[in-house]
């Protein structure tokens, strides 16, 4: 496991969402992008989407190949401080109306907060007007 390094690849890091990583198992263009992301050093990982990834993985061979694939990313550690981001992040949405699993409102935090942008397919994301995606 790489830490993240202070200087970014051209065209900035990217962190996919598990959505992601799922359909690149069906869809050989998402993997291929996947691919290149890391090629380029440019895909990063979390804990949180590293255990989503992990735990829908019932095959302990294609888990153990994937884990050790996610490992060799570079990775954004999650502050104490981060958490409270993550919270009051949460409470905004519940107040809004509009709740959002808090696994998501994690990663859209550590991405705002880190400058990362995040490759989904998942709506709840676009509750927060301050994440970069990555299209």
Do not use: N
């Not at 109306?97 to 709506?123: N, Q, Y």
């Amino acid at each position: 496991m790489k830490s993240l390094l202070a200087a970014e690849p051209a065209g900035g890091l990217v962190m996919a969402d598990t959505c992601i990583w799922i359909a690149s198992e069906k869809e050989a263009d998402v993997a291929a992008r996947l691919i290149e992301l890391t090629t380029r050093d440019r895909l990063v990982m979390c804990g949180i989407v590293y255990a989503e990834i992990l735990r829908g993985l019932q095959d302990a061979a294609v888990r153990g190949r994937r884990a050790r694939q996610l490992l060799a990313l570079q990775w954004i550690e999650t502050p104490p401080v981060l958490w409270e981001k993550t919270a009051e992040m949460a409470r905004i949405q519940d107040r809004a109306g509009r709740p959002v699993p808090l696994t998501d409102v994690h990663v859209a935090a550590l991405c705002i907060e880190s400058g990362v942008a995040l490759w989904t397919t998942d709506r709840h994301f676009e509750q927060f007007s301050a994440l970069r995606r990555y299209r």
